[in-house]
């Protein structure tokens, strides 16, 4: 049996970000609790050098709509990466889902061969659209969903894999 393009992908974002949105609910309730003001964890970063809660989530939506979109051969939608708060940052989530569970499965099921160009960093890198969904789109997602979770972790949010699997 084989998995379709759109199976292997816009399911997989649609899950990833509604379990973020659950998560992200636990961490205002629990800055709530300990009197933490929110955008403490919103600006929360891992290390130094790495980008902050809010940046995380910011990426990994441009990845699941920019996958979805180049998939599916439609133009990516861009959104201002202007998000400061947990509201800000659940409705960008709830754009990013919007957008992809807009997406028909006929538009991108067949996209295994489809010509993926991106710009990065003043390189152009061109997949197949199976290259780019399994080697580029999903493990940057994943990365950025990882990472913000472990964020919020490591900042005292009572989550665990249950809340980073969600629902079985």
Do not use: W
Request: charged residues 25%.
């Amino acid at each position: 049996m084989s998995v379709s393009m759109y199976e292997a992908s816009i399911p997989v974002f649609v899950r990833g970000l509604k379990n973020l949105s659950a998560i992200l609910e636990k961490a205002v309730t629990n800055a709530e609790i300990r009197r933490i003001k929110p955008e403490v964890l919103v600006n929360a970063r891992l290390a130094p050098d790495m980008l902050p809660l809010s940046a995380q989530i910011q990426i990994l939506s441009d990845s699941a709509k920019g996958c979805a979109a180049r998939l599916a051969g439609v133009e990516v939608p861009s959104f201002a990466d202007a998000e400061v708060t947990f509201d800000d940052l659940q409705e960008r989530i709830e754009k990013t889902l919007t957008f992809i569970q807009g997406i028909a499965a006929a538009d991108v099921d067949g996209s295994e061969d489809r010509t993926v160009v991106l710009k990065i960093g003043g390189r152009e890198l061109s997949f197949s659209g199976k290259s780019y969904l399994l080697n580029f789109a999903m493990p940057n997602f994943y990365f950025h969903l990882t990472t913000a979770y472990a964020i919020l972790r490591h900042n005292g949010v009572d989550i665990g894999k249950r809340d980073y699997l969600g629902d079985i």
